[in-house]
């Protein structure tokens, strides 16, 4: 089951994907013709099988290092430069970037030769080469590690998304059977949103694809980018965030806010109106350490506030406060259900409105024709799709 629906196809805001990114050796004569470097064939063994490898020698010393530089270093990375690295990036052997980037990633030689299944002086001796192309250390040692130079920290975001582009690309001429299928998903999550989501996806997914993981994985929102064009992440939930023309994103929906009170509260019976709202101590719940919830800031639009007594990070910890006093504590109904099966409560109508931005399934552009992702961006749209 593909994904074919202009729904999930990303909209008029997230412009076609221009990144390519890399698989494994098969790939060795991948290589551009254009550009100003000579071009060698060389032999490289393979297994069982002898692999033709282009590389291009580039003109003038440590060039596409300046070139990198040069885009990663001004204030502003256009379009036409970032293209313009991923132009002679392609012009390299494509295997060196998959060996650069598991060194980036693991910090070490070793690490990075058990991550591809490769051994340690074949690392080592790709990481010499890298040296040269680069007229630079790329890595240097720093206790029992390697830390990467200025130099490779420039560099590292490109080449990334070169090999998330790539990967990509083959994927999607390759098919995705779920039944058969062994693949790991991994799946960013807001701490505040595994609980209702996870649960019910995991569920789907397992009487449909019974061979495939899933990974529940926290981030943090100005990483986000860097995790799905790296493949840290396939596809995030969160809600509507700044426009990124790397990312593609799928409306999910909203849903309802409701008031939580134990049973057999003294003020409350199956609804609540404001003036009691505004008369009872409140809990939130949320990662941050300061700020207003939705809740608050709809009060504040009417010259209005609440008495919040309580802050803490978990909605369940919440629950259990709740459970025992006379507090009162909102969130959203697919929440509240979850945790309402547990331990029953009074679940109320919220007596006021507030403005919510609703839910985003995002990925990255780079990994729109990839059939397994978009399997799974199916399974979440239906099984999660929400209404207002």
Request: one cysteine or more; a positive charge; proline letters at 6%.
């Amino acid at each position: 089951m593909a994904v074919r629906g202009p729904e999930l196809r990303g909209g008029r805001d997230r412009p076609a994907p221009r990144s390519a990114h890399v698989g494994g050796g098969k790939l060795a004569g991948l290589q551009s013709s254009a550009g100003c470097g000579t071009n060698r064939l060389q032999e490289a063994q393979g297994g069982e099988d002898r692999v033709l490898i282009r590389e291009t020698e580039i003109r003038g010393r440590g060039s596409l290092l300046r070139n990198l530089r040069l885009v990663r270093e001004g204030p502003v990375i256009s379009s036409f430069a970032e293209e313009g690295v991923l132009r002679q990036l392609a012009r390299f052997d494509l295997n060196l970037l998959r060996v650069f980037d598991a060194i980036f990633v693991k910090g070490g030689v070793s690490a990075a030769a058990r991550h591809l299944n490769l051994s340690q002086p074949a690392i080592s001796h790709a990481l010499t080469r890298l040296r040269a192309q680069f007229d630079d250390p790329l890595f240097v040692r720093q206790g029992n590690g390697l830390v990467p130079t200025p130099a490779a920290r420039a560099i590292a975001g490109p080449v990334r998304e070169a090999l998330r582009g790539l990967d990509a690309a083959l994927d999607a001429a390759a098919s995705f059977d779920p039944a058969e299928a062994t693949r790991e998903f991994r799946i960013g999550v807001r701490l505040s949103g595994e609980m209702p989501r996870f649960s019910s996806l995991v569920a789907r997914v397992r009487r449909e694809a019974p061979h495939i993981a899933l990974a529940s994985v926290t981030f943090r929102r100005r990483d986000l980018v860097m995790m799905l064009a790296s493949g840290d992440l396939d596809l995030a939930l969160d809600v509507a965030l700044p426009a990124d023309d790397r990312l593609q994103r799928h409306y999910l929906g909203t849903e309802p806010i409701v008031v939580v009170a134990r049973k057999g509260h003294p003020r409350v019976d199956g609804t609540i109106d404001l003036d009691t709202y505004l008369a009872l101590e409140h809990i939130i719940a949320t990662s941050r350490p300061y700020g207003p919830g939705i809740e608050d800031m709809a009060l504040g639009r009417m010259g209005l506030a609440r008495r919040v007594a309580v802050r803490c990070q978990h909605a369940i910890t919440a629950w259990q406060i709740v459970a025992s006093s006379d507090m009162l504590f909102s969130l959203p109904r697919s929440h509240a259900e979850v945790l309402g099966a547990m331990w029953p409560m009074q679940l109320v109508d919220l007596p006021l409105p507030v403005e919510q931005g609703g839910s985003y399934l995002y990925w990255h552009q780079a990994a729109q024709a990839d059939p397994g992702l978009g399997w799974l961006r199916a399974i979440i749209a239906d099984e999660l799709a929400q209404t207002a």
